[in-house]
């Protein structure tokens, strides 16, 4: 009798993609489902391709937009004439933070295959990315088949929203206990900027070097209790099986005023205010303080209409959660988490305003308090895998966080590459952050250099690329050598003048052109050996 050979198990999600086996295994049957059981078993490669959403819309896969400092209009400029799936990633905000839960390129994908209705989930983007996927959107029914993604691409939203482990995802929080803070600025800083400690072992949460810790902050009390009174509602009032109370601090976003807010009050209001209304809600700025319009600054301009609590709050987009890099690691201290928070508050006219997770976790939480909480895995920001490579760290302000947890990772491991960091900040005095820390690694060896740049301690402001630039010959020998770099912190502009600090060095000490240097750089990239996590 023949034996029948069982058919081998189809692998197409690498054993090093970062997921746990029940999700490899569950995204393996998924895939298997989806790519026709007689078809020929796709390599590692080809399931790594489908991922990355080889879509056969003809789209070259190339995304020239992808770049953190052009604004809104160069990027879908960039993009015209492209299928709508690219386009829908234009519009987002380039900087692959993992606030949505995905990346830029995979939240489009799952917008264009229709499985996430989100479409404002871009933090960076805010109401300008919302409001043109809210318009692609719409062409979406309208568009032939072919510039739809094909079924191929719909994984890469099962893996942020069907599976979610308890806190894996921003859509399946866990609860975490808040241990304590600590002001790392000393008397006379401009800043506040706080260390934060968790505890993790009643969750049993882990995390690696690199990831980031997701935090559903709550709404300011004060805030809240302000609106309510400006809608002249009890606070008891019970609005989705809650006190409007609760529903205000817990589950919506009170900053910034979305465009339905102004589509609500339009249809609530009449004459001049209907129409700046209608205004407002379409993205123009009658008045000139569009920017500058929470929801309660918009209770008060329109302070004729007290709009309905269940109408009002349906107005009101969710309360998003926020990431901050992890400033630990769980090799060195099992069960702990800290994070380095900058505290976001300014004035708007004679209003503080609060910026909401960073305050939350400075002044709206006490020791022993649980907070709902994720941890979410770093895309392409991680140690090396050989634990001999050398690093250069750029890190200025709170930027210094996961570098911080390379450290304190590195040493636990007790990984021999040589660490390189540079940090900078305001004031020598009162912002070095960690001074003691650092400067112990430094005499133990741990940090093979330190660099230091205060940007106001003198008459000329001096930052890290500017010390990087000093000691050009030295970073350049690390490159050659092999070094892997890093950047944390500002996208805007700091991570786009380091790196253009970097091309120079290679320029000049790797007897380049600045066209060859910028490949050069570009290479980096592509090996992994160039990585950032900015925001
Ligand atoms: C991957 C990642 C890692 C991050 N890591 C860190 C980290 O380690 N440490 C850290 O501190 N942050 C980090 N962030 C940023 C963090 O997620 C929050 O964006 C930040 O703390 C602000 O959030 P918030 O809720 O306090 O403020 P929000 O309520 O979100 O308010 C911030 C908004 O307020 C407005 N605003 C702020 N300042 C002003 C001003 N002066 N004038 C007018 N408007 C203003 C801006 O619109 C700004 O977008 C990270 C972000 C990402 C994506
Ligand atoms: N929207 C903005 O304009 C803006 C500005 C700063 C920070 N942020 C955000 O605020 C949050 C926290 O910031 P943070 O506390 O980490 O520190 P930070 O405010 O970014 O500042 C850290 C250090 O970086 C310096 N710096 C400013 N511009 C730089 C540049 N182009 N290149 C290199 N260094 C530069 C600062 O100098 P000086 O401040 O003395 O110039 C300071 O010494 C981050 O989310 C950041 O993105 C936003």
Request: aromatic residues 8%; glycine residues 8%.
């Amino acid at each position: 009798m023949n034996q029948i050979t069982p058919p081998s198990k189809l692998e197409i999600i690498p054993q090093t993609a970062p997921f746990s086996d029940a999700q490899r295994s569950w995204l393996n049957g998924f895939f298997a489902g989806l790519l026709n059981e007689s078809a020929t078993p796709l390599s590692a490669e080809q399931g790594a391709a489908v991922m990355q959403g080889a879509t056969g819309d003809g789209d070259d896969g190339e995304a020239p937009w992808h770049d953190q400092t052009l604004p809104i209009g160069e990027r879908m400029k960039l993009a015209e004439g492209r299928p709508l799936r690219r386009r829908m990633m234009a519009a987002m905000a380039q900087q692959d933070c993992g606030q949505c839960g995905y990346n830029c390129h995979d939240y489009s994908d799952a917008i264009a295959s229709k499985s996430e209705a989100r479409l404002n989930l871009c933090v960076p983007g805010g109401k300008e990315t919302a409001r043109m996927l809210k318009a692609l959107h719409e062409e979406l029914d309208k568009a032939p088949a072919a510039s739809s993604p094909s079924p191929a691409v719909v994984p890469a939203v099962a893996v942020s929203t069907v599976i979610a482990e308890p806190g894996r995802s921003r859509d399946n929080p866990i609860a975490a206990t808040f241990l304590s803070r600590r002001l790392l600025n000393k008397k006379g800083s401009e800043k506040e900027t706080w260390h934060i400690d968790f505890d993790l072992s009643g969750c049993g949460l882990d995390y690696v070097v690199g990831d980031s810790f997701g935090i559903f902050a709550k709404n300011d009390l004060g805030l809240v209790d302000q609106i309510i009174a400006l809608l002249g509602a009890s606070h008891t009032t019970e609005v989705r099986g809650k006190t409007l109370r609760e529903v205000l601090v817990e589950d919506v976003s009170l900053s910034p005023a979305p465009d339905t807010l102004f589509e609500l009050l339009s249809f609530l209001t009449g004459g001049a205010q209907r129409e700046k209304a209608r205004a407002l809600a379409q993205g123009e700025d009658p008045d000139g303080d569009a920017a500058t319009l929470d929801v309660m600054a918009v209770l008060q301009k329109f302070s004729n209409v007290r709009p309905h609590p269940e109408a009002f709050v349906e107005a009101l987009e969710p309360l998003q959660p926020r990431l901050y890099s992890i400033s630990s690691s769980h090799n060195a201290t099992p069960g702990k988490l800290s994070l380095t928070v900058d505290c976001v508050r300014y004035v708007v006219g004679k209003r503080k305003r609060l910026g909401l997770a960073s305050t939350f976790l400075a002044e709206r939480i006490n020791p022993g308090d649980e907070v709902k909480v994720y941890v979410q895995k770093a895309h392409g920001f991680a140690l090396p895998q050989d634990p001999k490579t050398p690093i250069i760290m750029i890190g200025p302000g709170t930027g210094v966080a996961p570098f911080r947890a390379f450290l304190l990772d590195r040493r636990a491991t007790g990984a021999p590459g040589k660490n390189w960091l540079f940090f900078g900040h305001q004031r020598s005095e009162s912002d070095f952050f960690y001074s003691d820390e650092l400067n112990a690694m430094k005499t133990s060896g741990l940090l093979t250099r330190l660099s230091l740049a205060w940007s106001r301690d003198g008459a000329k402001k001096f930052y890290v690329q500017d010390r990087m630039r000093e000691v050009g010959r030295e970073v350049w020998t690390w490159l050659a050598d092999g070094a892997n770099v890093y950047i944390c912190g500002d996208a805007k502009r700091m991570a786009k003048d380091v790196e253009r600090a970097l091309v120079d060095i290679v320029a000049q000490f790797g007897a380049r052109s600045t066209d060859e240097a910028i490949s050069f750089v570009g290479e980096l990239k592509k090996k992994g050996r160039f990585q950032q996590d900015v925001y």
